[in-house]
């Protein structure tokens, strides 16, 4: 049977802190037998991970890993081990079956204090421990698309300065998370398209990918021309329908062309 035409589309979600214990093994359930039965998963067009809370890691990998759905960690600490209160490392993050530590989302930066330098610093960690950091980048504020690429390919490069590896960029620019609507496909387009360019001129970094985030949802992949190797979903994905809904546009976009 032939492969799939293209290398798969990357759909990745953050559950951040919205659901409790429960409800996140009932949600991964859903999730997990989606990705048994859908032809966009089950044909390779499609990869899924999921960034659960800490807890609930352990027990979320026994229902998804079984579906090849890939587990992460939505925050790792700077150090391996030692005396961290609090923190969780890199190697017992990789001990557990994750593949995935997020790092630089704008919520740690805005409400934790988190810069460059701590950004930086996990996002070594993250490579140090054999895990693909979910690295976030994204403006603050609403600009132009070209005003956005030079600022986001900017941030990137000053946060991978010395660092070798694959990576997964999510380009979350920070006004267009937890809105009504993503940003506009021409704004993503612009943006993903330069941090590929980008991320192609560094051999070090070979095999990243490119994914979007910020209010994304149903409606959004089949606009962006291929320009994104995927989403990042946050909101938008605790209904699985709405998972589902993506993955039905993976299997047979909408139309090629930026909106
Ligand atoms: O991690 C996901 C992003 O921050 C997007 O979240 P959101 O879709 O709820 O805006």
Not at 38 to 45: K, L
Not at 151 to 180: F, K, M, N, S
Not at 219 to 228: D, E, N, S
Request: glycine share 12%; proline share 8%.
């Amino acid at each position: 049977m032939p492969g799939p035409a293209r290398p798969p589309l990357l759909l990745g979600v953050s559950l951040k802190m919205y659901f409790g214990h429960h409800q996140t093994l009932n949600w991964a359930r859903k999730i997990a037998t989606l990705a048994a039965e859908h032809p966009a998963v089950t044909s390779g067009e499609a990869r899924l991970f999921v960034l659960p809370a800490f807890p609930t890691l352990i027990p979320a990998a026994g229902i998804l890993a079984p579906y090849g759905i890939a587990l992460g960690a939505q925050d790792i600490a700077t150090e391996d081990t030692g005396p961290y209160t609090g923190e969780v490392g890199g190697p017992l993050l990789k001990e557990i079956g994750c593949r995935y530590a997020e790092v630089g989302h704008a919520e740690r930066r805005r409400l934790y204090g988190e810069g460059d330098t701590v950004v930086a610093a996990k996002t070594a960690a993250a490579l140090r421990s054999g895990l693909t950091p979910v690295l976030c980048v994204g403006e603050r504020d609403r600009g132009t698309p070209q005003e956005a690429a030079e600022r986001t390919v900017a941030e990137a490069a000053r946060l991978l300065t010395g660092l070798d590896g694959t990576v997964v960029l999510a380009y979350e620019p920070q006004w267009a998370i937890g809105a009504p609507e993503p940003a506009s496909a021409e704004h993503i387009a612009a943006v993903c398209t330069a941090l590929r360019n980008w991320l192609d001129s560094r051999p070090r970094h070979a095999g990243s990918q490119v994914i979007y985030g910020g209010s994304a949802g149903p409606g959004l992949i089949g606009r962006l021309g291929g320009t994104a190797d995927g989403l990042f979903l946050g909101r938008f994905a605790h209904d699985p329908e709405n998972v589902r809904a993506v993955l039905d546009e993976i299997r047979a976009p909408a139309g090629a062309a930026v909106a």
